[in-house]
């Protein structure tokens, strides 16, 4: 059998499996309650949304539980897969391994914005930061969406990122919505999608957030069936994009775990990028921060690490789908589009 046959038959089944149940991905692991970051007691997200002709942005903050992070620091590690990216505050998260707010993610020119509303908001919360007690190291985290987005109008404002904070809830919305909302993914839509997964004989739960701006659409690989070649013949007006766009990758554990441990963690949300058909581009910005809700309790031994390690990496992966299935198609600057993937398939399912 050829390699093209054989490739054929697993997009059949795969569409097959769509048409009649809806169902694209199968988890490798257990999944949380909701599947979600939320999962993990305490966290929760908000959005700030902007959809407006060719602004089409946003930010979305990620809340660890904890009303006093600036003294009372969760445990924090992370892992640059590709470092084509401006974060601010990373370099302290991994030289200290302590996460000291709550994470911000926004497009590249509004890093600044958003860092400014953080320490506003730090200060307001706790006067004594930088007048006779430490500064604030926030921590921010950005994807380019120039494609969908007039980036140059710099349209994020501070009261969008206090927005988003005080809107973070354990039920909170995916897909082209918050800093995913002029994002795109293997050439579609992409955005913000999460996941969860859990291990009982640890009693120990791992969530990811992702936000998804990344991928060739060439090599889409749905639950390990190469499809992108199939999408490209159904949809040759698409705008190619290459593997450059970025992804963040946000994980939550509720296990006491030092920052190497997370460190560790992080490093294996690129398992789930690859098992999507990413190679981490030349020009992609590919990180990963992981943090514990928990401050103490025994430490893990590195050898009871391995199922999470496998859970972070299957997280990533459902993740990455579940943004790009929840995404609609979005219409912004200079009339360039992106397609929701669930309407692609759609298409593919009823040829």
Known sequence: MSLDVFNQRGVDALLERWRERRLLFTPRLPTGATNSISDIAGV??????????????????????????????????????????????LTQVMELGELQTPILLGNTFSVGTLFNAMVRQSCADFPQIGRGSATINPLVLECNDAYLNDIQAMALSEENAIAALNSASTDFARGSVGAGRGMSCFGLKGGIGTASRH?????????????????????????????????EQLLPELAPQVDAGSIIIIMACDRHLDSRQLTRIARRAGAGLGRLGSYWGHGSGDIAVAFS???????????????LLAMAADATEQAVL??????????????HFRLGLAGVLDSLATR
């Not at 004989?201 to 969530?207: E, P, S, V």
Request: some cysteine.
């Open 44 to 89: 929760t997200v908000g959005h700030s949304t902007l959809s407006a002709g060719e602004i089409q942005t946003g930010v979305t903050a990620i809340v660890p539980p904890g009303a006093n992070l600036y003294t009372h620091p969760l445990p924090c590690g992370a892992a640059v897969l590709n470092g084509f990216a401006k974060p601010v505050g």
């Open 199 to 231: 291990d009982e004989k640890l009693d120990t739960q791992i969530g990811v957030l992702v936000l998804a701006n990344f991928g060739v659409l060439s090599e889409l690989t749905l639950d390990g069936v190469r499809i992108g070649a199939e999408i």
């Open 293 to 307: 809700t928990c401050r103490e309790g025994e430490l893990l031994a590195d050898e009871q690490l391995e199922p």
């Open 322 to 335: 579940d943004a790009m299935l929840a995404a609609e198609t979005v219409i912004g600057f200079q009339k």
